[in-house]
């Protein structure tokens, strides 16, 4: 069974200041995706950033990056020069090819609180 | 401008009155899916399809009926609301996935369900 872990029910940090949302995952697959999603206080939910399971190189999008850690099946979410408004709920996903179905897990969530 | 429509944003009904949640796609995915989320629960999968005709149960499914009869459009039928179906609801759509390649979503804008 897949299973996405996120530790940290809530973040607190400083702007400009960077900051690591962490994600550890269970697969017996070997073929799958991870991925970061925002959810500001409005509700949407918006993609930030995906890994693939056979990337080498660890994924950026702008000021975020996935720090993918294959052994130990982590792929934290490091926001750098954290801005007021990254202040959201965080979610990690999982996306494998159990069953065929490509059926999607998501973590309960880290919600991060920006100061200025 | 490539969306996920949900319709409506905010809905308060009242015990067993039949309600349909609309979401259409305008990217030509072949994979869409709801969930609701509830606070500490995160996102729970209530059903997706993979294609045209083509349905099946997520993890929460009881109390909810889908159709997916065109490619674009993916309604959510509550033939019978309960308050516990109080939640927020998400549509999502996505390319077909592929060994290798492993699409994030994209997500509608939510639907706030009151069920009274």
């Known amino acids: 069974a897949q299973k996405i872990t996120q530790t940290q029910p809530g973040m607190f940090v400083q702007e400009k200041e960077a900051v690591t949302l962490d994600c550890t995952y269970d697969?017996?697959?070997?073929?799958?995706?991870l991925f970061w999603y925002k959810q500001p206080s409005s509700g949407e939910m918006i993609f930030l950033i995906y890994?693939?399971?056979?990337?080498?190189q660890n994924a950026t999008e702008g000021r975020y990056s996935l720090n993918f850690q294959k052994a130990r099946k982590s792929a934290n979410l490091v926001i750098s020069a954290s801005q007021l408004g990254d202040s959201a709920m965080y979610f990690c996903?999982?996306?494998?090819?159990?069953?065929?179905?490509?059926?999607?897990?998501f973590g309960r969530g880290t919600s991060l609180i920006v100061h200025p | 401008e490539a969306q996920v429509t949900q319709n409506p944003r905010y809905l308060i009904t009242v015990t067993g009155k039949k309600l349909t949640v609309t979401c259409s796609q305008n990217?030509?995915?072949?994979?869409m899916s709801w969930y609701r989320q509830d606070p500490g629960l995160g996102l729970r999968q209530i059903y997706y399809s993979m294609n045209v005709e083509v349905t099946d149960k997520g993890d929460v499914p009881e109390g909810y009926k889908v159709s997916r009869k065109e490619k674009r459009n993916f309604p959510l039928i509550l033939e019978s609301p309960s308050p516990n179906q109080t939640s927020l609801y998400f549509c999502?759509?996505?390319?077909?996935?592929?060994?290798?390649?492993?699409?994030?979503?994209?997500f509608g804008s939510g639907t706030r369900l009151t069920v009274v």
């Open positions: 996903a999982m996306r494998t090819a159990s069953g065929g179905s490509y059926i999607p897990t």
């Open positions: 697969t017996s697959d070997q073929s799958y995706g």
């Open positions: 990217m030509n995915h072949e994979y």
């Open positions: 999502a759509s996505s390319l077909r996935v592929d060994r290798g390649h492993n699409y994030g979503y994209t």
């Open positions: 890994q693939g399971s056979y990337d080498e």
